[in-house]
């Protein structure tokens, strides 16, 4: 397939080299195009409106998906908090509990700068996401073993979290 272009125009016709007839049908004054200038007809750059578009489709992927955590989170500290205010909690539910605050504050910090981006400089062509806090949870949440339960309960009880 060989492309040509009008000139005048700009219009883009295509010919099969290999057929004949159409090598004769080649319009006079039509100029060859370049392998550039097929690929960018071919693959045009996106719009602005569809870089704008792809920005906010991955603006709203990522906000739900924080706003999902945030209320999973609230709700199972709300959970928790009850079993506590309950007088019955047990180690492992205030352990949880801890951890459980700890995660929501993350999430809430990540949605704060989340919001920040589409004012930001970049916007929308190269957005600069914030790094999701499940790498952030990981390294600052306190997994419940016996090795630290003994921690979680003293970070418990600094947060005045009543235990039996």
Wanted: glycine share 4%; proline share 9%; hydrophobic share 40%.
């Amino acid at each position: 397939m060989k492309y040509f272009k009008n000139p005048i125009t700009g219009e883009v016709f295509a010919y099969d080299m290999d057929d004949p007839s159409q090598v004769e049908a080649i319009l006079p004054g039509l100029v060859a195009m370049t392998d550039e200038e097929v690929q960018l007809h071919l693959n045009p750059p996106p719009t602005p409106e569809q870089i704008l578009a792809e920005a906010q489709a991955q603006f709203k992927v990522y906000n739900d998906h924080a706003n999902a955590q945030k209320l999973g989170l609230t709700n199972r500290i709300s959970t928790l908090q009850d079993s506590v205010d309950l007088d019955l909690a047990t180690p492992d539910d205030v352990a949880e509990l801890v951890t459980k605050q700890a995660a929501l504050l993350v999430w809430k910090k990540y949605s704060i700068l989340l919001g920040r981006i589409p004012t930001a400089i970049g916007w929308p062509a190269a957005p600069t996401w914030p790094p999701q806090p499940v790498d952030a949870i990981s390294d600052t949440m306190l997994s419940i073993t016996s090795a630290n339960r003994s921690t979680v309960i003293n970070l418990a009880n600094q947060q005045n979290v009543l235990l039996e």
